[in-house]
């Protein structure tokens, strides 16, 4: 497989010229110590403008159908100042997971897209984006079905808009799992 150019690092501050690793960017188990996270996926990098943790906002993908659950709506909002996605050199990554890859390097800035809000960037990408109650998102987080079903029950910010609603369904091979 080659490895496309470029990777994308999102990050609610713009006009970097370079990036430094951070701890405070760590997923938890993660022992690689401080790290620069980046994705190959422009919208997947999206999820990431805004600073959150897992403790009241996530996201993931259902059959490569990107979703974000937020469970503080006002937290978000008022968090929300846009931010920019940054284009940084590929090759100076180690695979972390399906969509995540790290770096321990300080890297340089190669380009940059400014976006002026997370929230729109996300649905204009086609992120399904959730607001919910801290109820729900946390029957989401521990489902056993990683909360599809839930979420599937929900009325996306994407449906609300009429703009690049996706169906969020679960495959296990070329399988669709029914609930």
Not at 25 to 37: D, K, Q
Request: charged fraction near 25%.
């Amino acid at each position: 497989m080659i490895r496309q150019k470029y990777f994308y690092h999102a990050s609610p501050e713009c006009d970097l010229k370079f990036i430094e690793p951070r701890k405070k960017t760590l997923p938890r188990n993660f022992s690689e110590g401080e790290v620069i996270f980046a994705t190959d996926n422009l919208t997947f990098a999206t999820m990431f403008l805004v600073s959150h943790d897992d403790s009241w906002a996530n996201g993931g993908a259902f059959n490569d159908v990107p979703y974000f659950v937020i469970s503080d709506r006002e937290r978000y909002l008022r968090s929300d100042k846009g931010g920019c996605i940054y284009l940084v050199l590929s090759k100076e990554f180690i695979e972390y997971n399906k969509r995540e890859w790290f770096s321990k390097n300080k890297l340089d800035v190669k380009g940059s897209i400014r976006l002026s809000s997370g929230l729109m960037a996300m649905i204009m990408m086609g992120v399904q984006v959730y607001f919910t109650d801290r109820i729900t998102y946390q029957k989401i987080r521990k489902a056993s079905d990683h909360g599809l079903k839930i979420l599937n029950s929900l009325t996306s910010e994407n449906e609300k808009l009429g703009y690049k609603v996706q169906e969020l369904e679960m495959y296990f091979g070329s399988k669709k799992l029914t609930l």
